[in-house]
């Protein structure tokens, strides 16, 4: 294998990792508005709005007031994350959780093709019915599908065990906004569940808001 060769360097820009994160924090924190967040969420947004490159996405999180402490206290106590893509999966720093939590996606469990036919529905809404056992005290993650958000809060209106907290961030243009903004009248206080919860209103999200969310809410240190 030929060793490496190093290009002319041509251009000036910051090579330093490290600085390269404190400099992208600060710019964030220096354009964006927080001010409308629970305090204590400030961290997760900025690293919401470093994954996403817009700090007007600060303007459209919507944070209830214990998703923080819980989702926390949740990771501490050693229990799993669940999510609806391998994306969001992928994206979380394994080193940063707190107990080594399981990260854990169904995506492609073998029942759920048949499940998605049998319902009419997505596979990522199917794959959701699977998460019922593990859901207890969970870390839900929904960072694609509108339809995962949808069926899980069906589940949770149903009786279904409630989970510790709930980033529900779908991305796209079919059912996001309506799928988010059901998150937030009916996880919201009483007399809706009062589900600690986090989402982004509107059409923006994804798998790279998921994961900079739970890396954030996974350990505070940025």
Known sequence: MMKPIRPPRRFDYVTDG???????????????????????????????????????????????????????????????????AHMVASGVTRARLPKGN??????RDPRVPDLAREW??????????????????????????????????????DGAPRP????????????????KQALVEHAGPAPGLDLPFLTVRGRRGGSALASAALNALAREAE
């Open 18 to 84: 490290a600085a390269i994160y404190a400099d992208s924090f600060a710019t964030i924190r220096a354009e964006s508005d927080f001010s409308h967040l629970p305090a204590d969420a400030e961290k997760v947004a900025v690293r919401m709005v470093h994954a996403a490159g817009q700090v007007d996405l600060a303007a459209d999180l919507v944070v209830h007031d214990r998703l923080v402490p819980a989702a926390r206290a949740a990771l501490e106590a050693g229990a799993p994350i669940i999510t609806d």
């Open 102 to 107: 399981e990260v854990l996606c169904l995506l």
């Open 120 to 157: 009419g529905t997505t596979r990522s809404a199917a794959a959701v019915s699977l998460w019922a056992d593990r859901l207890a005290g969970a870390v839900v993650a929904i960072g694609n599908a509108p339809t995962a958000l949808f069926h899980l809060l069906e589940m949770l209106l």
């Open 164 to 179: 510790a907290a709930v980033i529900g961030v779908p991305v796209g243009f079919i059912g996001a906004a309506e799928s």
